[in-house]
């Protein structure tokens, strides 16, 4: 992933809530090109989607054409975005940023936002949050473009590279038993454009589908060391069941602890003959 395409994903990854529960969509379109600056982007509560199509005559031959799509959805537990575009017989150094030779002009984002509460027994310190995404990138030819994927829990981010979309993602967030966790979980789709000097009139076309899907896998409770606990209770404000680790089950005791409990049952055994 190119420098510039993650600065711009990051610049506009900035959580939308600080507190409660929040499904959240952004998609924008801005070619900035041929020295014609134009925008379109639509917001929503848990979809949003654009598509917007350019058509230039410019005297060679066939006209020349921009067409880019984004689109977004978001649900508690799993996220899903997309973004795309295609040029057509494509004019040669025509941009609008004749520094960087470079635009940006489809992105997407999806969110959401809950606050948990966990009860259990001992000192819990650290809930890991794994999230795991799923798509795909192509382009063609290569090398015209660039595109930049994020994932972020709160304010700690991945991006990765698009080439290997297939990833699994891990965070630390502070906790402890009693007190509302809050989770807040983004992801990011963006392409990039670089002029190109030859051919004068060229194609490309480039699609990153996170789509299908970002889904949160597992939240695990930890003590300080990272080792389990057992948690009895996990509610959040919106409802939603999230999937709680098999190891924040109930703990199986130690073997010596074991070696008493069978001495007790063997010695209560006893007493009632006995008796």
């Known amino acids: 992933m190119r420098f510039a395409v993650l600065v711009v994903v990051i610049a506009l990854f900035a959580p939308l809530a600080t507190a409660g529960s929040l499904l959240a969509t952004s998609v924008y379109l801005e070619p ?20 917007h199509f350019y058509s230039y005559d410019l005297g ?17 537990g799993s996220l899903g975005n997309s973004s795309s575009i295609t040029l057509t017989n494509y004019p040669a150094a025509s941009f609008d940023d004749p520094v960087n030779g470079q635009v940006e002009p489809t992105y997407a984002s999806s969110e959401f936002s809950d606050n948990l509460l966990f ?23 290569a090398g015209y473009g660039d595109t930049g994927a994020a994932i972020g829990v709160d304010n700690s981010y991945w991006g990765w590279s698009p080439s ?35 051919p004068d009139g060229y ?8 789509l ?19 948690v009895t ?3 959040s ?31 209560l055994t006893l007493v009632r003959r006995k008796a």
């Open 32 to 51: 900035s090109v041929l020295h014609v600056s134009d925008y379109v982007s639509a917001t929503g509560t848990d979809s949003a989607q654009v598509s």
């Open 60 to 76: 060679l031959g066939d006209p020349s054409t921009m067409l880019g799509a984004a689109s977004a959805w978001a649900a508690y």
């Open 119 to 141: 009860g259990g027994s001992g000192n819990a310190r650290y809930l890991k949050v794994q999230v795991e995404v799923d798509g795909f990138f192509t382009e063609n030819p």
């Open 164 to 198: 290997t979309p297939d990833e699994t993602f891990t965070w630390l967030l502070p906790m402890t038993f009693g007190h509302p966790v809050h989770l807040d979980v983004r992801l990011a789709s963006a392409i990039a454009l670089y002029d190109q000097t030859f």
């Open 203 to 210: 194609d490309y076309a480039a699609t990153l589908d996170l």
């Open 212 to 230: 299908h899907t970002a889904e949160l896998t597992s939240l695990l409770v930890t003590d300080a060391n990272g080792n389990p606990l057992s």
């Open 233 to 235: 209770s996990m509610t």
């Open 237 to 267: 404000d919106s409802g939603f069941q999230y999937p709680l680790s098999p190891l924040n089950g109930p703990q199986v005791p130690e073997p010596a602890s074991l070696l008493l409990v069978f001495a007790g049952i063997a010695a």
